[in-house]
C-alpha cells in the first residue's frame, strides 16, 4: 500500500472536526406570557446569528425535559426556559442571550458552530410548519400498536414519544 499525494482524487482528508450545535430549550405552550416571550426572543436571535439552531421544545416531548435537568445538574426546584448551549457548554437563559447580543458577543461565541442553510424562500417545514414534530408512522400517533405471534396485544410504540410525536425528519437533525 502506498501513500497517496494530497492532489491526488482518491486521497483520503481526515475528517473535519465536528462542529458544535447551539441548542435552545425552550416551550411553545403560552401559558405563562414572559416564558414563551423569552422563548421566542432568543429563537429570533439565534435565527438572526446564522446559525442552525437544534430547538428542543419540553413541553412537546419529556425526554427533553428530562435531558435539560441532567445538563443542569438535576436541580430539584423548577427552572426557567429558555436555556441555551453551544455544545456542553452552558450559555445561559433569555437575559444572557440578549446581553450577549447587545454587547456584540453572541456573534463571537458561535463563531465555531454548524451554520444555517439558506432557506428556500419559503420559511417554514413544508413537514412540520416549524412544530419540529410530527405524527409517527409506525402507530399513527396512538402510542399504542398492536403485535400478533408470542406476545400480541397492544403494547406502547417504541418510536414515539408520550404524545405519539416523532422529531420532524426534514428539519430536525
Do not use: W
Not at 132 to 157: A, H, L, M, W
Amino acid at each position: 500500500m502506498q501513500e497517496l499525494s494530497p492532489s491526488h482524487p482518491y486521497h483520503l482528508k481526515k475528517p473535519a472536526k465536528e462542529k458544535d450545535r447551539v441548542i435552545v430549550y425552550f416551550t411553545s405552550l403560552r401559558g405563562v406570557r414572559k416564558t414563551y416571550e423569552d422563548s421566542c426572543y432568543v429563537r429570533v436571535i439565534l435565527k438572526g446569528a446564522g446559525v442552525r439552531v437544534d430547538e428542543r421544545d419540553v413541553s412537546m416531548h419529556s425526554g427533553f425535559k428530562e435531558e435539560l435537568k441532567q445538563l443542569l445538574g438535576g436541580c430539584g426546584g423548577g427552572f426557567s426556559l429558555p436555556r441555551v448551549f453551544i455544545g456542553k457548554k452552558y450559555i445561559g437563559g433569555a437575559e444572557e442571550v440578549r446581553r450577549l447580543h447587545e454587547e456584540g458577543q453572541l456573534e463571537k461565541a458561535v463563531e465555531g458552530c454548524e451554520q444555517a442553510e439558506a432557506e428556500d424562500g419559503g420559511g417554514s417545514c413544508e413537514a412540520c410548519g416549524d412544530i419540529r414534530f410530527v405524527p409517527c408512522e409506525t402507530c399513527n400517533g396512538s402510542c399504542k400498536i398492536y403485535y400478533e405471534g408470542g406476545d400480541y396485544g397492544f403494547q406502547r410504540c417504541p418510536d414515539c414519544n408520550e404524545n405519539g410525536l416523532i422529531r420532524c425528519p426534514i428539519c430536525c437533525y
